[in-house]
């Protein structure tokens, strides 16, 4: 672990008016297969209410996500990187962000995946008939000018979804609204998130395969922020795989954003170099503390601030409850 920046600005910390003006996508996704600089969903600054029900690591590494419950239908995201926070709000309709060939996607019950599309792998630019997470086939093709659908299959066979996007163009070359989503849902309960863009990408994340299948249900999180000096605090949360910790600072413009790299069982400890001291112990337990020394130097005495304690009844790993999918909806980009 290092205290590595991102190597470039997220889009979604910028509102859809901007975004097409400034940098162009780059990283994993080749030039070719650059998606619109534009995203819905996303509002910088805004904070819809609600109660922070958990956090989650973006997959780049460079930041987290607050989940925050407003209803049962209405979720939101603050995301914070290193260069300050913004907003995803899924109010009703599933929302989703590309930054970067990084895709943020939450549902409107506050389900949440964080991917990096990799061309030909997992993220395919239409028209054509390709097969994503999961085994479902999707068969892109372009309806207008900034307008495709994408129909998905069962890998059993039979068509069940169209997604369709509806891209608006303001007059002056700057595009909103440019991602349609969907959490599909086996009869077996298991999900993948699929997002098609207004250029025809479409890409699709399996979220229990990167989550070794553990529910995001809020009734098994916990989560807590301390503050552990020098203007510092430890976003703290707990859930059955296990304690996270992501650390932020305001600065003097007063925007917040992550100063170290967050920490989870599978990396419980800043390294020497970081500046600070802080590591996790009992990671693998019931009781998982953060121990922390900000101040004072190496003869300065540690912190202990034990993680908020998960739910009785949520140890394990479990399974979505969510219905399957029947019939032939259309979901459009709004």
């Known amino acids: 672990m290092s205290l590595t920046r991102p190597t470039a600005r997220r889009l979604g910390l910028l509102c859809a008016a901007t975004v097409a003006a400034l940098v162009p996508v780059v990283g994993t996704v080749p030039a070719a297969m650059a998606a619109p600089a534009a995203h819905q969903g996303v509002v910088a600054g805004q904070n819809p209410g609600g109660t922070m029900?958990?956090?989650?690591?973006?997959?780049?590494?460079?930041?987290?996500?607050?989940?925050?419950?407003?209803?049962?239908?209405?979720?939101?995201?603050?995301?914070?990187?290193?260069?300050?926070?913004?907003?995803?709000?899924?109010?009703?309709?599933t929302a989703?962000?590309?930054?970067?060939?990084?895709?943020?996607?939450?549902?409107?019950?506050?389900?949440?995946?964080?991917?990096?599309?990799?061309?030909?792998?997992?993220?395919?630019?239409?028209?054509?008939?390709?097969?994503?997470?999961r085994g479902y086939?999707?068969?892109?093709?372009?309806?207008?000018?900034?307008?495709?659908?994408?129909?998905?299959?069962?890998?059993?066979?039979?068509?069940?979804?169209?997604?369709?996007t509806h891209a608006v163009d303001d007059g002056h070359g700057r595009l909103?609204?440019?991602?349609?989503?969907?959490?599909?849902?086996?009869?077996?309960?298991?999900?993948i998130y699929v997002v098609l863009s207004a250029d025809g990408i479409i890409t699709s994340f399996d979220p229990q395969a990167a989550t070794g299948g553990e529910p995001p249900a809020d009734k098994c999180t916990a989560?807590?922020?301390?503050?552990?000096?020098?203007?510092?605090?430890?976003?703290?949360?707990?859930?059955?795989?296990g304690p996270r910790v992501s650390f932020t600072s305001v600065y003097d413009d007063g925007k917040e954003g992550p100063v170290l790299m967050p920490l989870d069982k599978n990396h419980p400890a800043l390294p020497a170099d970081a500046g600070i001291l802080a590591r996790i112990t009992?990671?693998?337990?019931?009781?998982?503390?953060?121990?922390?020394?900000?101040?004072?130097?190496?003869?300065?005495?540690?912190?202990?601030?034990?993680?908020?304690?998960?739910?009785?009844?949520?140890?394990?790993?479990?399974?979505?409850?969510?219905?399957?999918?029947?019939?032939?909806?259309?979901?459009?980009?709004?």
């Not at 990084?102 to 054509?128: C, M």
């Open 282 to 334: 009992g990671a693998n337990t019931a009781a998982p503390e953060l121990v922390t020394r900000v101040e004072g130097g190496k003869g300065a005495p540690e912190a202990v601030t034990a993680f908020p304690a998960v739910p009785k009844g949520c140890r394990g790993t479990g399974t979505s409850s969510i219905p399957g999918t029947s019939g032939l909806p259309v979901r459009t980009a709004r």
């Open 176 to 191: 909103s609204h440019v991602y349609a989503g969907e959490e599909i849902v086996d009869p077996g309960g298991k999900a």
């Open 223 to 241: 989560t807590r922020v301390q503050s552990i000096g020098a203007g510092t605090l430890a976003h703290m949360s707990n859930r059955p795989s």
């Open 96 to 133: 989703a962000l590309q930054d970067n060939g990084e895709y943020t996607f939450l549902t409107p019950q506050g389900h949440f995946g964080d991917w990096i599309a990799v061309s030909g792998k997992n993220q395919f630019r239409g028209p054509g008939t390709f097969t994503i997470a």
């Open 137 to 164: 086939t999707a068969i892109v093709e372009q309806t207008g000018k900034h307008q495709w659908r994408a129909k998905l299959k069962r890998p059993a066979g039979g068509a069940f979804l169209t997604l369709q």
């Open 53 to 93: 029900v958990r956090t989650e690591q973006l997959a780049s590494g460079g930041g987290f996500v607050e989940i925050y419950r407003v209803s049962a239908s209405h979720y939101w995201g603050r995301i914070v990187t290193y260069y300050g926070t913004s907003v995803i709000d899924a109010n009703g309709e």
